[in-house]
């Protein structure tokens, strides 16, 4: 409790325990896309919530990749099928 001339007192801006990031139960490559941009935000947030020499961090960091070129990998399949690239 704060007396009436001290401010209120600030909840740490970082949390004591790292973030964690619930595995997702499938391969990367079996989400469905609002699954894959669900785990994509969950893995950000995860990175920008721990300090960056934080053990996990190339962990969570491996992990985006991984879903990162998932999304760009179904965005190229998206725009060649839309021009009718042969090759598929």
Known sequence: MTSPGQ???NPPSAPAEPA??????????????????H??????HAIQG??????????????LDEVLAE???RIRIQHASRKGAPGL
């Open 50 to 63: 721990i300090s960056p020499d934080a053990p996990v961090q190339d962990d969570l960091r491996r992990k």
């Open 20 to 37: 964690t990031v619930a595995d997702p139960g499938h391969p990367v490559h079996a989400l469905a896309t609002f699954e894959l941009r």
């Open 39 to 44: 785990y994509r935000r969950e893995l950000e």
């Open 71 to 73: 999304q760009e990998s």
């Open 7 to 9: 401010p209120a007192s």
